[in-house]
Every structure is written in structure tokens, then in C-alpha cells.
């Protein structure tokens, strides 16, 4: 299966395209990268202790953190490489389970939506559905992400 992908103009999409990012491992250190870049040091992400005690049994990574994680693969697959303009936005997303430091995640994209803007002459509307899932084959992320990808020139 590959996991990189060649960069895709607004016109070469095709809706039910899918792509496979690779896995990562999530590190102590993105658990503390991300709280330091952000600010958040709530407990349950960064105190041990306190996070034994919680509702998951250890420490979790922030929703946000899992998001980014997401959008890192969509982009780590290169088929958006050089071509958007913008990212628009999510009409949904759910993090139905925890992140936990050591686990391996990975993503599957769908392209569900190809629109013309007319707005835009110069560039589209693409809506990616994303899925994460961690190595128990857990979905720990879903969501649809809008780009605005360029056309070919």
C-alpha cells in the first residue's frame, strides 16, 4: 500500500479517492511540545498522578493535539503538497477514544466532496473525511476537512 502519494491539482480529485498515511508513535516529548506551544497544561494531560486517578488511568493527549495529529498525516501523504490555499475549516469532528503516550496511529482519507467555487476561478473546494485509528485498530478521529486546492495553471 503506498503511503506517499504525488501532489493532486483541484481538477485530478476524484470523490471516493482514498489515501493511507504512514503510522507515527506518540512521544513523551509531543505530549510536552504540544502543551508547551499551546499553554495547556491541564493535569490530566501532563500530571502523572493526577491522571492515575482520572477516568482513563494515565495520561491522554489533548483533543486538540489529536486533531493535529490528523491533519500532520493528511499532509505527510503529499497529495496536497504544494496545493492548497487554504484549509476552510470541519463541518464535523469526534474523538470517540483517548490518545495515550506509545500508542501508534495512522490515517485513512476519503475525498467526499469536489465543488466549484465561483468565487474562485483559481482554485476548489475539496472535502477530505478523515479517520485515525491507533494500533488496536481503535478509531481515535473523525472528521471532514475543507481545503481550497489550486487548479492547474
Given at each position: 500500500m503506498p503511503y506517499s502519494y504525488e501532489p493532486q491539482y483541484f481538477e485530478e480529485f476524484e470523490e471516493g479517492q482514498t489515501f493511507e498515511s504512514v503510522?507515527?508513535?506518540?512521544?513523551?516529548?509531543?505530549?510536552?511540545?504540544?502543551?508547551?506551544?499551546?499553554?495547556?497544561?491541564?493535569?490530566?494531560?501532563?500530571?502523572?498522578?493526577?491522571?492515575?486517578?482520572?477516568?482513563?488511568?494515565?495520561?491522554?493527549a489533548q483533543g486538540p493535539m489529536t486533531f493535529i495529529?490528523?491533519?500532520?498525516?493528511?499532509?505527510?501523504?503529499?497529495?496536497?503538497?504544494?496545493?492548497?490555499?487554504?484549509f476552510l475549516g470541519m463541518n464535523y469532528m469526534d474523538i470517540p477514544a483517548p490518545v495515550y503516550t506509545g500508542d501508534t496511529v495512522s490515517a485513512e482519507f476519503?475525498?467526499?466532496?469536489?465543488?466549484?467555487?465561483?468565487?474562485?476561478?483559481?482554485?476548489?473546494?475539496?472535502?477530505?473525511?478523515?479517520?485515525?485509528?491507533?494500533?488496536?485498530?481503535?478509531?481515535?478521529f473523525a472528521g471532514d476537512m475543507k481545503f481550497l486546492v489550486k487548479r492547474r495553471a
Open positions: 503510522g507515527r508513535t506518540v512521544t513523551e516529548a509531543d505530549f510536552v511540545m504540544h502543551s508547551a506551544f499551546t499553554g495547556d497544561w491541564t493535569e490530566l494531560h501532563t500530571n502523572a498522578e493526577y491522571a492515575e486517578d482520572g477516568p482513563f488511568g494515565e495520561r491522554i495529529l490528523a491533519t500532520g498525516f493528511v499532509y505527510r501523504c503529499g497529495f496536497l503538497e504544494r496545493r492548497v490555499d487554504a476519503e475525498v467526499t466532496e469536489i465543488r466549484e467555487l465561483s468565487s474562485r476561478d483559481d482554485a476548489g473546494l475539496v472535502v477530505i473525511d478523515s479517520s485515525m485509528t491507533n494500533q488496536d485498530d481503535e478509531e481515535v
